[in-house]
């Protein structure tokens, strides 16, 4: 019996590049900042958009992340997608959003179970989930820190 050769990673290389990206000097002081930020970027899409906010330890964003793209009134993201741009990013912590195309942000029972389950997995990997913000076109946002749920 011939064994084959296995691979093995043995070095991950984070390649920082210099960005214009507006982002890149914005810092989040409240669910409002976040809302302005991931509005900019997904309240006009027409299915649910996740996006994950990656900051350092100063919440300056260092990254942005469209985890996921749903359907018109789903988005189904795993901790993985979530968590994989943050560790890439080298991110102290995030703010997840995603956007209802019906202008209603009030969140589903989904979106409060994946914002527990986001929370937990930071928990163990050590990066901070710091709140996931709902917002749509019509300007509303809601807060899930701010509602009890984190």
Avoid: C, W
């Avoid at 209603?104 to 029972?109: E, F, G, H, L, V």
Wanted: net charge negative; charged share 20%; aromatic share 4%.
């Amino acid at each position: 019996m011939e064994l084959t050769p296995i691979f093995e990673v043995i070095r991950i290389k984070q390649e920082i590049k210099e960005s214009n990206a507006p982002f890149t000097v914005y810092t989040i002081t409240s669910p409002g900042d976040a809302h302005t930020l991931a509005a900019s970027y997904i309240a006009e899409e027409d299915r649910e958009v996740f996006l994950v906010m990656m900051l350092n330890t100063k919440n300056q964003v260092v990254g942005l992340h469209r985890a996921h793209v749903g359907s018109l009134n789903a988005s189904i993201v795993h901790p993985r997608d979530v968590m994989k741009s943050a560790i890439l990013n080298n991110a102290a912590s995030i703010i997840v959003s995603h956007q209802h195309p019906s202008g209603d942000t009030i969140p589903s029972k989904e979106d409060i179970e994946v914002t527990r389950r986001l929370a937990e997995a930071g928990r163990i990997l050590g990066i901070q989930v710091l709140d996931h913000v709902i917002v749509s076109q019509t300007g509303n946002h809601t807060s899930l820190k701010e509602k009890g749920y984190l």
